[in-house]
Structures are given as C-alpha cells and as structure tokens.
C-alpha cells in the first residue's frame, strides 16, 4: 500500500519470479515466489510485527543503516567543492567500471557508442566531444575530471539508473543497451527541467581539473 500511495510501481519492486516445479507423479504446480528490491525489504520491514525477531533485526538493520547515512551526508555538507568533486569523481569512476561489465554483457562492443548514447540523452543530443569542446578541453581529456560536483552527480546518476535498466530489462542487444543508456539520460534530463534544475552543459566548468588540483595539493585533497 505505501509503495501503491507514493506513485512507486509496484512491479518494479515485487518482481513476480514464481516457476512451475515437479511434484510427486511426474505432475507440476505453480510455486509462488518473488524477488524483492531493497525498497520493498525496507516496507516489508517497517510494516511488520516488530514482535518477531526477523522483523526486528530487520528494522534494527535499517535504522542503523538510515543513521550511517545520515552521517555521511553530515560529512559530505562540510566539504569544499574541490573536495566534492574528488569524492564525486571517485564515484563516477567505478560506477563506469561496473556499468561497462554489465553492458558487456548486455552485448555491448563498441563502448564509445554506447557511453555516447548517455551522454546525448542527458546533454541534449551532446556526445563526449562535443562536451569537450564546448569545456575547451584539450584533446582526449577527461571530461569527467572537469566537471564540477552537481554536473558528476547528475552524470553518477545516469550511470547507476542505465546499469539498473540493463540488468531488469535482461537486455542482450547492443542496439537495445545503446537506447536504454539514452533514454535513461533523457528521462534524468526531464526531471531536471521539471525540478527547475540547471541543465548538465550551462552548468560551470571548474577552473582546473582534478588532475591539476591533485599536483598542486599532492594529494591531500584526494585522501580526503
């Protein structure tokens, strides 16, 4: 019901994996059974009767993971934007690493077409040089390393919800990983401009790029 009251589709939480198994003369029935994201754990467990140890451990559980996080955030606030970015950056840079397994195996081979796809669907039809050029990069440049913390987390964004879509859609297509990327971007772009959100390319480019912040500071920042 609260999954039901908040909008939330239901289906894409309580995911229906029930099969057919062999009973005793060779006869089959339907077991019923269902793969639950973290979202519905975290119902389960909050709704539940508190008096049964399972449920308790279990509200016990998201409590404190509620507070860890609560804490990180707390962190986070007190961070210089430098910082921010290099925290930022560090997120985005194994987000990629474990998007491009997955899309891997979704069939994936040429890896700049795909990451391309992402990027045109959040930068409006941009692909990584066109964001480039419009930064003044050099050739080749990393492009993430010059974005400034909100521009990372819009992108992290993109990177976490596409590898998400490729593993529920159970995509194998190189050309269906390809639009699920762009319409993921897309669709993060919408709410942006719904939210009254700066668009990704009219947000600022930081003066320098982490890799120079990183020499100058030799590191201090990065260990942070």
Same mark, same amino acid.
């Given at each position: 019901?609260?999954?039901?009251?908040?909008?939330?589709?239901?289906?894409?939480?309580?995911?229906? $994996?029930?099969?057919? $198994?062999?009973?005793?003369? *060779?006869? /089959?029935?339907?077991? &019923?059974?269902?793969?639950?994201?973290? /979202?519905?754990?975290?119902?389960?467990?909050?709704?539940?009767?508190?008096?049964?140890?399972?449920?308790?451990?279990?509200?016990?559980?998201?409590? $404190?993971?509620?507070? #860890?996080?609560?804490?990180?955030?707390?962190?986070?606030?007190?961070?210089?934007?430098? %910082?921010?970015?290099?925290?930022?950056?560090?997120?985005?840079?194994?987000?990629?690493?474990?998007?491009?397994?997955?899309?891997?195996?979704?069939?994936?081979?040429?890896?700049?077409?795909?990451?391309?796809?992402?990027? !045109?669907?959040? /930068?409006?039809? @941009?692909?990584?040089?066109?964001?480039?050029?419009?930064?003044?990069?050099?050739?080749?440049?990393?492009?993430?390393?010059?974005? *400034?913390?909100?521009?990372?987390?819009?992108?992290?964004?993109?990177?976490?919800?596409?590898?998400? !879509?490729?593993? #529920?859609?159970? &995509?194998?297509?190189?050309?269906?990983?390809? !639009?699920?990327?762009?319409? $993921?971007?897309?669709?993060?772009?919408?709410?942006? !401009? @719904?939210?009254?959100?700066?668009?990704? %390319?009219?947000?600022?480019?930081?003066?320098?790029?982490?890799?120079?912040? %990183?020499? %100058?500071?030799?590191?201090?920042?990065?260990?942070?």
């Amino acid at each position: 019901m609260s999954c039901k009251n908040s909008d939330i589709s239901i289906l894409d939480h309580f995911i229906d $994996v029930s099969k057919m $198994v062999k009973i005793g003369s *060779g006869a /089959y029935r339907e077991q &019923i059974d269902y793969k639950l994201t973290r /979202y519905a754990c975290y119902l389960i467990a909050q709704n539940g009767d508190s008096r049964k140890k399972v449920i308790a451990l279990a509200q016990t559980y998201f409590a $404190v993971q509620t507070r #860890k996080q609560e804490i990180s955030e707390k962190q986070y606030s007190m961070l210089t934007e430098d %910082e921010k970015r290099f925290y930022q950056r560090d997120l985005t840079r194994k987000g990629n690493y474990s998007l491009n397994q997955t899309a891997k195996n979704a069939g994936v081979k040429n890896f700049d077409r795909f990451h391309n796809s992402g990027y !045109k669907g959040l /930068y409006n039809g @941009e692909t990584a040089d066109d964001i480039a050029k419009r930064k003044g990069l050099r050739y080749r440049e990393d492009i993430l390393d010059n974005m *400034g913390s909100d521009e990372l987390i819009a992108n992290l964004f993109r990177i976490s919800q596409t590898e998400q !879509k490729l593993k #529920k859609d159970n &995509i194998q297509i190189e050309k269906e990983a390809n !639009k699920a990327h762009y319409e $993921v971007g897309s669709k993060i772009r919408k709410t942006i !401009k @719904e939210l009254g959100g700066t668009m990704p %390319e009219d947000l600022p480019t930081p003066k320098k790029r982490l890799k120079q912040l %990183e020499k %100058e500071n030799k590191g201090s920042l990065k260990k942070k």
